[in-house]
């Protein structure tokens, strides 16, 4: 039975927008199984339907394999993307643009296939027969039954594998930022007694409240100390640090230590470093 291809852009379509509130407005593993459905097929199928609408392009099974993997390829580009935008990488800016995209693509396919003649439009043709067991060898049942059991043992595991996702790995970030809150424009050189402004940030990610303090010194020698306290699990802390220097030289190193709680090992084996030319006035 022929199924033509406009039919499935009009299903994908369809459970596309039924799939973006489900995955936009539900959480942890729902919103899992219908992300992937949005991310692992759709916008790879589609963007081959609107390159390759001939039925003698490409064959059905070279289709689905392409779709497979122009949709890890394209989903990724789309987050880079939007990385250098003002909504960054987020979950409603991907679904939109993602659900954008399958959607463009549908548009884009249906109207090339209306332009060819009937005969030259891709369609899908299901001819869905049961094995006659009965006259099957050992060895193709051997195969038959092992594909059965690999299939239902990958489906066993993917669904234990989102039901129990393994934690995730313990540790903490621990970063500096120039003066207006990017990586860059660090200060380099300054004068004799002049203040340098930078931006220190931690952030819990160790699965439990743990305290801080940052050590910073200049040169090797202890400058300032700074009482974080207490960080809930995933929360985060930023903060303007002032230091200056107070004698002249070139590459003087200005060392940020991390430490947790009333530890004397730093939590970081190395430190965060900042290298400033000093100059006289």
């Not at 891709?122 to 299939?151: C, E, H, Y």
């Amino acid at each position: 039975m022929p199924i033509s291809n406009q039919k499935i852009l009009i299903a994908i379509t369809v459970v596309t927008l039924l799939l973006f509130p489900l995955a936009a407005f539900t959480s942890g593993v729902p919103r899992i199984i219908f992300g992937l459905c949005l991310v692992l097929f759709f916008p790879g199928y589609t963007l081959l339907s609107a390159l390759f609408p001939r039925k003698g392009d490409l064959s059905g099974i070279e289709r689905i394999a392409l779709s497979f993997g122009l949709s890890i390829a394209v989903v990724p580009l789309m987050g880079l993307i939007l990385n250098y935008t003002l909504w960054g990488i987020t979950l409603y800016p991907i679904l939109i643009s993602i659900t954008g995209f399958i959607l463009a693509c549908s548009a884009v396919a249906w109207r090339r296939q209306l332009r060819l003649p009937l005969e030259e439009r891709f369609s899908i043709t299901f001819n869905f027969k049961l094995p006659q067991w009965a006259r099957m060898g050992r060895v193709d049942k051997a195969l038959s039954v092992g594909l059965a059991v690999a299939i239902v043992a990958s489906l066993g595991f993917l669904a234990y594998v989102i039901a129990q996702p393994t934690p995730s790995e313990k540790f903490t970030e621990f970063y500096v930022l120039g003066p207006e809150g990017k990586a860059e424009n660090y200060p380099r050189e300054l004068m004799v007694g002049e203040e340098a402004t930078v931006i220190l940030g931690i952030v819990n990610h160790e699965h439990q409240p743990t305290s801080y303090r940052v050590e910073i010194d200049i040169n090797g020698n202890r400058d300032k100390e700074l009482a974080i306290g207490i960080l809930a699990d995933e929360e985060k802390w930023e903060q303007e640090v002032s230091f200056a220097l107070d004698e002249s030289g070139l590459n003087q190193k200005i060392e940020f230590w991390l430490y947790k709680g009333e530890e004397t090992e730093p939590c970081l084996k190395e430190p965060l470093q900042l290298y400033i030319d000093v100059r006289q006035e």
